[in-house]
């Protein structure tokens, strides 16, 4: 079993910041990929970046230049820094992790709530 906790989100002014972070711990080894998904009220969950083990990102076109995507495998830890936040960055931030020879596992959500 593998357990996730997040941290860091909240409440925020339009061109704020804020720092989530999401530990992996239990029955983990070697981490594969990990990132972070968003939900908004009314709408699907979508990626916003996610980190391969050797450090190659991708971003969601929307959150590109403002976000930064990072981890520390030795902790088993990915970090999204954001930066510039606007309201449509408002939603449920979801850490996603993906171990090498196991399933994929979420956390259990962590709202940002930027205010215009």
């Known amino acids: 079993q593998v357990q996730l906790v997040e941290s860091g989100g909240g409440f925020v002014q339009a061109g704020g910041s804020l720092r989530l972070s999401c530990a992996a711990s239990?029955?983990?080894?070697?981490?594969?990929?990990m990132g972070w998904y968003r939900q908004a009220p009314g709408k699907q969950r979508e990626l916003v970046a996610r980190?391969?083990?050797?450090?190659?990102?991708n971003y969601a076109d929307s959150v590109k230049g403002r976000f930064t995507i990072s981890r520390d495998n030795a902790k088993n830890t990915v970090y999204l820094e954001m930066n510039s936040l606007k309201p449509e960055d408002t939603a449920i931030y979801y850490c996603?992790?993906?171990?090498?020879?196991?399933?994929?596992?979420w956390g259990q959500g962590t709202q940002v709530t930027v205010s215009s």
């Open positions: 980190i391969s083990e050797n450090g190659r990102t």
């Open positions: 996603n992790v993906d171990p090498w020879g196991s399933e994929v596992y």
């Open positions: 239990g029955s983990v080894f070697r981490i594969n990929t």
